[in-house]
């Protein structure tokens, strides 16, 4: 082979690498054949989105994660919330754990102690009946040891103080409906003491559990009310029954239920406004939208919130309360800003019901289950 056969040999090679790269380029220019081939996926039309975008939201927008794949709040899991209970209530943090715990580092259980004991309960709100059977349980018992046994004489004071919180009430929340209905809660209180942001933490509980839920806006008197329990149904996904601003409760609180009804939703959530204007007032107010409510469907659950910080003046309120609707349970809210966790006593023993939930901060899954062991627990933790 001479030097010009070996040339074109070359220039042939060199001219087919060239085309090859350039038919490959013009390829890759193009979009795949499938996508090219498929129309456009159809878009929901927006009110058949579902609506995830908390009007105030300046946290995580679940909206924002697009419409075919909304990102609803799951709530934190339970172990974490506990963690969080005794950090809030341990010793150091807590006037009335202190309290509790300074008897066991007294170094003589004289009378002088036993005073300074007494008052620092009664002080946290432990209610003067049960400080005096508190103190004279520990003074029958450490009288002959003493609290040179430090860790027995805190098994003592465990004891004792779990017995007045009542480990035996049931504190379980009544969630199921009777035969294919679904299960109404009612909650009351007077305005500003967290029943709104208490039936949006619970409602991220129960959708966390699979559980269909319909909220109603029964309290009518305040739009902003309103608003505020929708943004917390808007963020698990679930719908809030409102009516016109100033409209009738009982209306609300009928439509919410029917809703749930026709929905087949587990729970129906019941708002209602806590005005303390007069007893006759809030009785024939209160008295109406159970009634109304009880024409579709049994109220299953009354919760009322009580504001920890509050004090006597909550007792009060929960009084009167408990005089004009039959409440199942109690939520005792902001216990953390609470240094008189001694209210979860004085307020079980004064209306004779359980405390079911606490609430433990403005965070979105600041509420716990209330559970006597983990209370006295978190109290006597230094
Ligand atoms: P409502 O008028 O009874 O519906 O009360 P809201 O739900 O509007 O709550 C009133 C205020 O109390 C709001 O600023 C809440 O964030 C706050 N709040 C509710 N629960 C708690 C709690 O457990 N701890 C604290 N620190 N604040 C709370």
């Known amino acids: 082979?001479?030097?010009?056969?070996?040339?074109?040999?070359?220039?042939?090679?060199?001219?087919?690498?060239?085309?090859?790269?350039?038919?490959?380029?013009?390829?890759?220019?193009?979009?795949?054949?499938?996508?090219?081939?498929?129309?456009?996926?159809?878009?929901?039309?927006?009110?058949?989105?579902?609506?995830?975008?908390?009007?105030?939201?300046?946290?995580?927008?679940?909206?924002?994660?697009?419409?075919?794949?909304?990102?609803?709040?799951?709530?934190?899991?339970?172990?974490?919330?506990?963690?969080?209970?005794?950090?809030?209530?341990?010793?150091?943090?807590?006037?009335?754990?202190?309290?509790?715990?300074?008897?066991?580092?007294?170094?003589?259980?004289?009378?002088?102690?036993?005073?300074?004991?007494?008052?620092?309960?009664?002080?946290?709100?432990?209610?003067?009946?049960?400080?005096?059977?508190?103190?004279?349980?520990?003074?029958?018992?450490?009288?002959?040891?003493?609290?040179?046994?430090?860790?027995?004489?805190?098994?003592?004071?465990?004891?004792?103080?779990?017995?007045?919180?009542?480990?035996?009430?049931?504190?379980?929340?009544?969630?199921?409906?009777?035969?294919?209905?679904?299960?109404?809660?009612?909650?009351?209180?007077?305005?500003?003491?967290?029943?709104?942001?208490?039936?949006?933490?619970?409602?991220?509980?129960?959708?966390?559990?699979?559980?269909?839920?319909?909220?109603?806006?029964?309290?009518?008197f305040r739009a902003a009310a309103a608003d505020q329990l929708q943004t917390w149904g808007d963020r698990v996904g679930v719908p809030t029954v409102r009516g016109p601003e100033a409209g009738d409760p009982a209306a609300v609180a009928y439509q919410a239920v029917q809703r749930g009804i026709d929905d087949g939703a587990d729970v129906v959530v019941v708002d209602t406004a806590g005005r303390l204007h007069t007893k006759t007032g809030l009785m024939d107010e209160l008295g109406k939208i159970k009634r109304v409510i009880e024409k579709l469907a049994p109220v299953t659950e009354v919760l009322l919130l009580i504001d920890a910080t509050t004090g006597q003046n909550g007792l009060i309120q929960a009084r009167v309360f408990a005089e004009v609707v039959q409440i199942t349970g109690i939520v005792l809210s902001k216990l953390d800003g609470s240094a008189k966790g001694g209210i979860v006593v004085q307020v079980q023993r004064e209306l004779g019901v359980p405390v079911k939930l606490i609430g433990l901060g403005e965070g979105v899954d600041d509420l716990v289950p209330f559970e006597a062991e983990a209370f006295v627990d978190a109290l006597l933790s230094e």
């Open 1 to 220: 082979m001479d030097l010009i056969q070996l040339l074109i040999i070359g220039l042939l090679a060199l001219s087919i690498v060239v085309a090859g790269t350039i038919f490959l380029a013009r390829r890759r220019a193009l979009p795949p054949a499938a996508k090219r081939s498929l129309p456009a996926e159809p878009t929901a039309p927006a009110e058949d989105r579902p609506t995830t975008q908390p009007a105030d939201s300046d946290e995580k927008s679940p909206a924002s994660s697009g419409p075919s794949t909304p990102t609803l709040d799951r709530p934190e899991a339970p172990a974490s919330r506990m963690a969080r209970l005794r950090r809030r209530l341990a010793g150091s943090n807590n006037p009335l754990a202190r309290g509790l715990l300074s008897i066991l580092s007294a170094d003589r259980l004289d009378a002088d102690t036993w005073d300074d004991f007494e008052a620092t309960l009664i002080t946290s709100d432990l209610g003067v009946g049960p400080t005096q059977e508190l103190t004279a349980a520990l003074r029958r018992e450490l009288s002959i040891d003493g609290v040179g046994d430090s860790v027995k004489a805190k098994q003592v004071l465990r004891r004792e103080l779990l017995s007045l919180v009542n480990p035996n009430l049931d504190r379980s929340l009544k969630l199921r409906g009777a035969s294919g209905l679904p299960a109404v809660v009612l909650v009351v209180g007077v305005n500003g003491t967290g029943k709104t942001t208490t039936i949006g933490k619970l409602a991220r509980v129960m959708v966390a559990e699979n559980q269909s839920v319909v909220l109603g806006a029964a309290d009518t």
